[in-house]
């Protein structure tokens, strides 16, 4: 795999889409074992999440429902920050086991809120899933459920993590290469 560019950044290969794909399908099996004869609500977190949420949902061999929301973080003002969701769930959560998939964790501080806000709609359980997780960049008492890959506070893109909008449709994973091509 060759490095590649997006505003003049240059980014090197880290997770191939082979690696995703068995990584994703091992956390399938074990939601898909966990949820049986549960129904869970699988709410995807737009935009990042999308592909992540696709692969994972597409092999779950339980019966399963998916949902979405777009949240928006405001950061800047700790913890007065709010999450206003952009888009919003149109399903009913009450009583639910739900599961929150997101692209990565990184100080937490949007999921945490998310959570907050999922919490108060009485959900039966709340799990978190992700694809990605920065463990040394959390700032929140947070830890995911279900975790792809722990990574390295790292700049990545691809597989639905973007750049300025760009690179969501990479297959593979990429990290921002601090080194001279
Ligand atoms: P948090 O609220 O700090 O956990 O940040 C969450 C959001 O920041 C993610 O949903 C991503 O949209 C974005 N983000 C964090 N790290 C990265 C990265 O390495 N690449 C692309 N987006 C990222
Ligand atoms: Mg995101």
């Not at 790292?154 to 994973?173: E, H, V």
């Amino acid at each position: 795999m060759n490095t590649v560019t997006y505003n003049g950044l240059t980014f090197r290969p880290f997770i191939s889409s082979e690696q995703i794909a068995k990584r994703v399908g091992e956390i399938a099996a074990e939601v898909s074992d966990a949820y049986k004869d549960r129904n869970p609500l699988i709410i995807c977190v737009l935009k990042g999440a999308f592909p992540f949420a696709s692969d994972l949902f597409m092999n779950l061999s339980i019966d399963a429902e998916i949902a979405f929301v777009r949240l928006q973080s405001y950061s800047g003002t700790e913890s007065t920050g709010s999450v206003r969701e952009v888009i919003g769930l149109d399903e009913s959560v009450k009583g639910r086991a739900v599961i929150v998939v997101e692209d990565i964790i990184d100080t937490g501080r949007t999921m945490a809120k998310f959570l907050e806000e999922l919490k108060a709609q009485e959900p039966a359980e709340v799990k978190v899933a992700t694809l990605l997780f920065k463990p040394d960049a959390l700032q929140e008492p947070l830890k995911p459920d279900y975790v792809g890959f722990s990574i390295p506070s790292k700049f990545i893109i691809g597989y639905g993590l973007d750049l300025d909008g760009l690179a969501r449709n990479l297959k593979d994973i990429y990290v921002l290469s601090t080194d001279p091509v």
